[in-house]
Every structure is written in C-alpha cells, then in structure tokens.
C-alpha cells in the first residue's frame, strides 16, 4: 500500500493519467484528512477551484490542493512529534497517567479527523495549516469557552456523529466537532443545553 509521500508524487507527476493523479490525491486524504475523508476532499476542491466529481480537473489545481494539503501535514507531523517529546519527558519524570489532551490525541493519530466535521459540506474555509495551528495552540493553553477555529460561540452537543467520540461539542459556524479539552466546563455544559434546547 503506497504512502502519503509516493501518492503525492504520482500526483504531481505530468507522465501518469490524469485519472491517476486525481486518484492518488484521494488516496492521500486515506494517510491524512483533518476533517475527515469527505469533508477534506469538498474543502480542497472548492480552495483549488475545480468540483468535487470533477473527472478531469487542471492539473495545476490538483497540485495546488496538494500543496495545502502537505502544509497542514507539516504542521500535524510537527504537533506529533513534539507530542511525543513531551510524554516521553513526562514518563521520564514519572507522570504515567495521560491527561485529557492526551485522550484526545489517541483518537486523533496520524491527523485522520483532528478537526472533524461530520457535514462534510460545512467545513472551515481558511487554509488548513491555519486551521489546525489554531486548534494546536488552543491545546496548548487553558481552555475557553469558543470554537478555537472560528471564535463561534455557538456549540451545539451532537449525537450518533461518524467519528470517535461519537458525540461532542460541534461549532454551528464552521462545522469542527471541538475537542473537549479545549473548552472550559462551563462551555461543555452550555453546549449540551443547546442541545436540550433544540431538540424541544
């Protein structure tokens, strides 16, 4: 099974089909898809400007969600690996039990569905480096009570959603399903009122 870095290659390579180039580049969000799989194909589509059932799209456009697409990996595998820095030190220094952040990051390994949206038409628009170097140093400092993406106030606890955890607080204005960790009790609470709220 090819990886992340050789599928990025077939899909900058002007020799293979264009069938091929845009198939490798779906095949990259498999390795690597922030909002998970269909909502990081509808987000680079529409940035690079070529439709999502689009068979035969430029390839310079390919390239260019490709592109996005390695940048916010960089700054994932960065996040990883300071990560793993971090809790090694911890071990080192005799914190075995993990934190909250910690639960999250093992749901979240390898970047599949960091910032997950389960609409996968509603999505964050800025480029998606940005998006997750917002949502990394949310986690890195104390928690708050708004989406760490968008600054939207409006959470909204969601049920039975196509990821682990399977319910959450999620941002009606940019669609991310918030990690837990980033928000204080209070916005936690407040978000499972709204939820009360609309479903009455």
Do not use: N
């Amino acid at each position: 099974m090819a990886g992340f870095r050789s599928l990025a290659r077939q899909v900058r390579d002007p020799r293979c089909d264009l069938a091929l180039r845009r198939y490798s580049l779906r095949k990259c969000l498999e390795r690597f898809a922030p909002y998970g799989h269909r909502a990081t194909w509808d987000h680079l589509c529409g940035r690079a400007g070529f439709g999502p059932e689009d068979r035969s799209p430029d390839p310079a456009r390919l390239v260019a969600a490709l592109v996005e697409l390695e940048q916010a990996r960089a700054v994932w595998l960065t996040y990883e690996a300071d990560f793993a820095e971090r809790r090694k030190k911890e071990k080192h220094d005799g914190l075995r039990r993990p934190g909250s952040v910690d639960d999250w990051h093992r749901m979240t390994w390898g970047g599949f569905g960091v910032a997950w949206c389960d609409d996968p038409r509603l999505h964050p628009r800025e480029p998606l480096a940005d998006v997750l170097h917002r949502l990394i140093s949310a986690l890195e400092r104390r928690p708050g009570s708004v989406c760490p993406v968008c600054d939207g106030e409006r959470l909204v606890w969601r049920y039975g959603l196509d990821h682990e955890p399977s319910a959450g607080p999620v941002c009606a204005d940019c669609g991310i399903l918030v990690p837990r960790p980033v928000l204080t009790d209070d916005a936690l609470a407040s978000a499972r009122r709204e939820r009360l709220l609309m479903s009455a």
